[in-house]
């Protein structure tokens, strides 16, 4: 079963015997009525399709996703700077999170792109530590010690070239978004062999079916793991000569996916 879902709507659509679009709350698997239902939706960047065996798993899938979304944004607030009172509330509430969901799709977020220098991660562990999140507590440091590997690999995928990506319509970012969102990421971080890292973006395949998308593909796996492990005896796969349309944009040095 195919349904296009919002995650930070905590919506999906799908469609009914007759092909009417039925949207459903995730959260309380009740259908939304038709007035309203745009009330729910989100950013057109927010949308993607997700196939399931059926209805139940594929709304449990987008609830999981929402929850998190929701713990992610929390953990971002509390980065950020609120009252004392209010963080250890929001602490709270990741814990209950984490006991209940795991870690995996949490510490895929936290991961989409790198804390800024001035963010104090330590700090947020320590106030963990202190409110007797362990499990939060544990999260924010595996994420703290692994900034400087993010960093190295979030500078490598900003410098590739610009018309690698001109197959995917949303561009560099719509590629990125979705090796977070499939866990490529998260996996490649501590990654220590060219034929490892290049396997793991590999895995993106999975997400296209138009063959330039997928050539593209090829191409992005095999250029990211050579710049990671640029002494591979492996040299990294050219694209055919670009087009004299392609515009080269210069390539901006902070990740924003």
């Not at 590999?202 to 090829?218: F, M, P, S």
């Not at 710049?227 to 392609?246: G, R, V, W, Y």
């Amino acid at each position: 079963m195919r349904a296009l879902a919002s995650t930070l709507g905590g919506v999906c659509i799908t469609y009914d015997d007759s092909h009417q679009a039925v949207v459903i709350d995730a959260v309380d698997k009740s259908r939304v009525p038709e007035a309203t239902a745009h009330l729910r939706y989100s950013a057109c960047n927010d949308w993607e399709t997700i196939d399931a065996p059926d209805q139940d798993t594929l709304i449990e899938q987008v609830s999981s996703r929402h929850s998190c979304a929701q713990v992610t944004a929390l953990l971002e607030a509390c980065l950020v700077g609120v009252s004392t009172s209010l963080r250890s509330e929001i602490l709270d509430e990741v814990e209950r999170h984490l006991i209940a969901a795991g870690t995996e799709l949490l510490e895929r977020q936290l991961l989409k792109a790198p804390f800024h220098p001035d963010i104090d991660l330590r700090a947020l562990v320590t106030a963990s530590l202190s409110d007797g999140q362990q499990s939060t507590a544990a999260l924010l440091d595996r994420v703290r010690e692994v900034q400087p590997l993010l960093n190295r690999l979030a500078d490598a995928w900003l410098a590739l070239p610009q018309d690698l990506f001109e197959a995917f319509d949303g561009g560099r970012q719509e590629v990125w978004c979705a090796a977070v969102s499939s866990g490529i990421v998260l996996n490649s971080i501590h990654l220590d062999r060219f034929d490892m890292m290049r396997a793991e973006w590999g895995k993106l395949i999975t997400h296209y079916t138009v063959r330039e998308q997928l050539a593209a593909i090829a191409l992005i796996q095999a250029q990211l793991a050579h710049a990671i492990f640029p002494h591979s005896d492996t040299p990294p796969l050219q694209p055919d000569a670009p087009s004299e349309h392609i515009a080269r944009t210069p390539t901006p040095r902070r990740l924003t996916a």
